[in-house]
């Protein structure tokens, strides 16, 4: 008894694959969900779908190692099946959930609950990463032989730091005893106090509290010598830092298992943009936007690689806890539908090239939770985005994917866009059936 194979043939496209090392006019072969060929010339068998992507580019899926998802607990905000629809309209195929749920992701029960809502969903993969410590609170360590059982593929207290150096010390020791990796929210909350921006001129101009780039370098510089002495692998999310590039670039130098991410909006925007925005809490997240210099450092370490890879830090919230004054106002801001945009901003005006671009947010990504895809190389499961890198929009967050609305990308005409995503072969979003 022999089974039909399900073939797609993406035609025409220019493909960008820095994992192989392919960038050229090629189609993809996709059969029964894993990449059966990439080449110039293909012949299309008899039957298979065929996918018209020519003027667009083909790249692996998206992975993102940094997005908060809600559920279980703030459902309002975001849910993981509404989350991983926006992760597909934005062409991420895989997203690694962050444990500030409620409760926290600290028990397996969570991360069952989790990956269960995505599976239903069926739209992007979710990893999710369990929590550093019980309850998240930095005070005694969670149960990672359990939690990396039950799915969880890194470890983090994320949208708090691990403030006892102790704690850290062990948390790094026992996550290496389990292979995985920690993701850490560096900020030192006593240097952070009562701020609520980046600290300098323009929060000294606009009377809002400032938070100086020290409170993330300051810890950068403690966990990267608590590395020296542990071992194991450690992973510093959202990168905002002129300090804190440096900082990793001279521990990679060294040797140092390090990877580190930054976001779009740390990519592109400063804090003079808070000022221009009349107090948008839309321009408020944690870490604050930085200065213009610390912009230029974070966007040389995503150049040079430094920093790994482009994460988005995807953190919904709802007009309730954003539509207050600035000082009380959630921090957090939507990603994952203007991530590819955003970013392409940087290869118009010279910063990245389209192959380290797809890279940072591919198979760079990837490796810093050593998680699988990435990749478009022949064997390896279909997820792929196709995207239009010419197709200027405007962003109307009513039309979102996301159940949220913070972007401060809101009524801005950005330029490329996700047309088509896959995962395993299959369609999981066309920007033509979208509402
Ligand atoms: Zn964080």
Known sequence: MSTQSEITVVQGGRVIDPASGVDGIR????????????????????????????????????????????????????????????AVAGGFTSVCAMPNTVPANDNTSVT???????????????????????????????????????????????????????LMRR????????????AVHEEDLHLVGKGVMNEGPTATRLGLQGIPAQAEDVMVLRDLSLLELTGGRLHICHVSTAGAVRAIREAKRRGLPVTAEATPHHLTLTDEDVAASDYDTDFKMNPPLRSVADVKAVREGIADGTLDAIATDHAPHSPEEKKLEFDAALNGVLGLETAFPVCLELVRQGVLTERRLVEALTISAARCFSLPGGTLAVGAVADLAILDPGLAWVVDPVRGQSRSRNTPWKGKRLTGRCVETLVGGRQVYRLEDSP
């Not at 990463?129 to 939690?147: C, P, T």
Request: hydrophobic residues 40%.
């Open 171 to 182: 948390a790094l020791e026992y996550s290496r005893a389990f292979g995985l990796p920690l």
């Open 27 to 86: 189609s993809v072969v996709i059969r029964d969900g894993k990449i059966a060929a990439v080449a110039e010339r293909t012949d299309v068998p008899a039957g298979a779908r065929i996918l018209d992507a020519r003027g667009k580019w083909v790249t692996p899926g998206f992975v993102d190692l940094h997005v908060h998802l809600r559920e279980p607990g703030q459902e309002y905000k975001e849910t993981v099946a509404t989350g991983t629809r926006a």
């Open 112 to 166: 069952e609950l989790m990956l269960a809502r995505a599976t239903a969903a069926g739209l992007a993969r979710l990893y999710p990463v369990g929590a550093a410590s019980k309850g998240r609170k930095g005070e005694d360590l969670a149960e990672y032989g359990e939690l990396k059982a039950a799915g969880c593929v890194a470890l983090s207290d994320d949208g708090s730091p691990v403030m006892s150096p102790s």
